[in-house]
């Protein structure tokens, strides 16, 4: 089955800085890669996915590249924000299958 | 326009003891999957039903079962309850099985004693 790997697991950052969060799978089917974001006691929220035909995906402060080659996908966030604290989670999925899930990242933005 | 709801939001059992958990997707969503998400880990898959059908399992022992009705709500049952079943039960939603654009409910924090 596939296997989701995830770092780092924490990660603390000034705002205004960048952060990256890097996750590597091992199913070279796996054509489906969503991020969520997790704040604390609430339900996972699907913040970007990118599919297996496109390299890159922007969306405001946020990206998502995808490496299929080495198999791992890399969440960007520029210009952090307190708000922008939580836990994210990177996953994969094969189409039929539904999602693996990495085990996240705590991300700790401060002012 | 609603989006996933589950109930209960919260619920303690003893060891032992049955447990019913519900979940209603989006509207016009027609699969649903259960995930599991024990403290300081990322959700593990349980099952998923699409069309009232079982499409997925994951590596759950045989206490776990579940069923998706023909208005596409869906019911997780857990016997036997164990010390270690004790955790976040997620319900996803998305318009077609796989693993395509699920959105998660609140979820059911189960504690069992």
């Known amino acids: 089955g596939e296997n989701v790997e995830q770092h780092p697991s924490t990660l603390s950052v000034q705002e205004g800085d960048s952060a990256v969060i890097k996750c590597t799978y091992s199913?070279?089917?796996?054509?489906?890669f969503p991020w969520y974001k997790q704040e604390l006691g609430k339900r996972p929220q699907l913040i970007i996915d990118i599919r297996s035909n496109v390299g890159e995906k922007k969306d405001q402060r946020i990206a998502v590249t995808l490496n299929k080659t080495a198999k791992h996908f890399s969440l960007h966030i520029t210009e952090t924000q307190p708000e922008d604290s939580a836990v994210y989670f990177c996953?994969?999925?094969?189409?039929?299958?539904?999602?693996?899930f990495g085990k996240g990242t705590m991300l700790l933005v401060s002012p | 326009d609603a989006g996933v709801t589950q109930s209960p939001t919260h619920l303690i059992k003893t060891r032992g003891q049955q447990v019913t958990l519900r979940c209603s997707p989006i509207s016009g969503h027609k699969s649903v999957s259960w995930y599991q998400q024990v403290l300081g880990q990322g959700p593990q898959f349980i099952f998923q039903y699409y069309e009232k059908e079982e499409r997925g399992r994951g590596n759950f022992p045989d206490r776990f079962s579940a069923r998706q009705f023909p208005n596409y709500s869906s019911e997780l049952n857990v016997n036997a309850l164990l010390l270690g079943d004790s955790a976040l039960y997620l319900c996803?939603?998305?318009?077609?099985?796989?693993?395509?654009?699920?959105?998660f409910g609140p979820g059911t924090r189960l504690t069992v004693t």
């Open positions: 199913d070279s089917a796996s054509n489906y």
């Open positions: 996803a939603s998305s318009l077609i099985a796989g693993g395509d654009e699920q959105y």
């Open positions: 996953a994969a999925s094969s189409g039929y299958s539904t999602l693996t």
